[in-house]
């Protein structure tokens, strides 16, 4: 199942029906950026097309079967429309979100770039994530071609870097185009960046996430970078940097997490 | 009038009313962080004291005088109270928010920090932002002692670095103690970083802006940095930290801005 079909909504009395499926998960719940991405849709459908920027409240985990999402609109502007949306589950809401979208074409394009693209070896010398029995790597890595810096995979034999950063490359395993929707999900699916310092290894549970997009990339690999600069009063950052083909930032994420208790 | 005063709101009938004071403003329009700071106080009074993390999307300028703030919760969990709220002009809507709310207390302290401090001269050295009648420095910094780093501020004689970074301290002229919600304007308060930039000086509206507090300041000066990595399609953003006297970061903003037409 493509991911275009595994995040397609059905508008239905104003609302819209949608299905979280299995195998997009981790231990059995739903990957965070793919409940963003399946929520995104839906304001989207309700709104303009384009995601600028989008921000998600975890509420609770998102489980396989049928989810409800309910959007209002709070503003229609010239360029953009804000609005709400909630991913409802079958008991409870999963998600809440507040976002802005607007029109696909990025008018003015570059004015300036004051960072680069992580500089990685190519994939095939990377340390390719495949989901494992044990659990982890997880399920998700079935439905990606995710390859790790080697760097920061060492982590995996027990020599982490001390670093809180991943870096890597991604795509859909079949080639298939990467979308606005596809960059929310990319920007939440590698390992925690933690899992290079002496935490415990453990679930990092995300708080908020906001994403924004800053363009749909070139066909072909995506370079990744998340890091973490600050472990505080029981919460971390990650900040996320996801770069095309050509060379171009797609798009910037962070997320609030808790730190995990082991 | 204290910023405490500025930023009062008053429970009624289970929403809040509350008043835009004048002079906390740019060219007539309330700053966003002081509409962030009228809001949270809000929203902590609705739910837990604490603002952990608070997203805002601007819908329309926030112009002197009365306003009513309506709240709703989404979830009560262990941790934190997930809620949404919404300032609501006269008229229309000024802004619309989602963010989440905890205890005061951080249990775990500072495990790891990745990043230092801003280096600057003394605030004695650096250059004071004072309110100008010509409308920059705008009347908010009659509210606020700013000194901003002298090579970032050279950007105002015509000399701009090219690099999009403003560097300063921060407190209130009367020492008046720093909350979470005072961070909340800090995190908002300094020039926009494309004045160091060859973009044209103009408005730099604020599409949406997250706020993580993550402590309380000591007494004293903040240090601040803003810094912006990305200009494209039209939009770009600005991330904010702002660390206290004893060296620890207090709060983490990111916000996403338009650039400026010219």
Request: charged content about 20%; aromatic content about 8%; glycine content about 10%.
């Amino acid at each position: 199942m493509s991911f275009a079909q595994a995040t397609a909504v059905t508008p239905d009395n104003g609302a819209f029906n949608a299905e979280i499926h299995p195998g997009w998960d981790i231990g059995g719940n739903a990957n965070g950026g793919y409940l963003i991405a399946l929520a995104a849709r839906a304001m989207s459908a309700a709104s303009r097309p384009h995601p600028v920027s989008v921000t998600a409240h975890y509420l609770s985990p998102g489980r396989p079967g049928p989810v409800n999402i309910s959007t209002q609109v709070v503003k229609t502007g010239r360029t953009f429309t804000t609005l709400r949306g909630t991913v409802m589950g079958p008991e409870k809401p999963i998600l809440e979100l507040l976002g802005c979208f607007g029109e696909v074409e990025n008018v003015d394009g570059t004015v300036l770039v004051d960072a680069e693209p992580p500089a990685m070896p190519p994939p095939d010398e990377c340390f390719k994530l495949e989901p494992s029995e044990r659990g982890f790597p997880p399920p998700l890595m079935g439905k990606l071609d995710v390859r790790m810096h080697p760097e920061d995979a060492a982590a995996f034999e027990g020599r982490p870097t001390g670093q809180p950063q991943t870096r890597g490359w991604i795509r859909f395993p079949d080639d298939e185009p990467v979308d606005a929707f596809a960059l929310m999900l990319f920007a939440d699916a590698f390992p925690p960046t933690i899992f290079n310092t002496e935490l415990p290894i453990g679930w990092v549970p995300t708080v908020e996430m906001t994403t924004q997009i800053r363009g749909i990339p070139e066909p072909g690999w995506l370079r990744c970078r998340f890091s973490t600069r600050f472990i505080t009063g029981g919460v971390l950052e990650e900040d996320g940097e996801i770069w095309d083909e050509s060379g171009r930032l797609v798009a910037l994420s962070r997320q609030l997490a808790l730190t995990p208790r082991g």
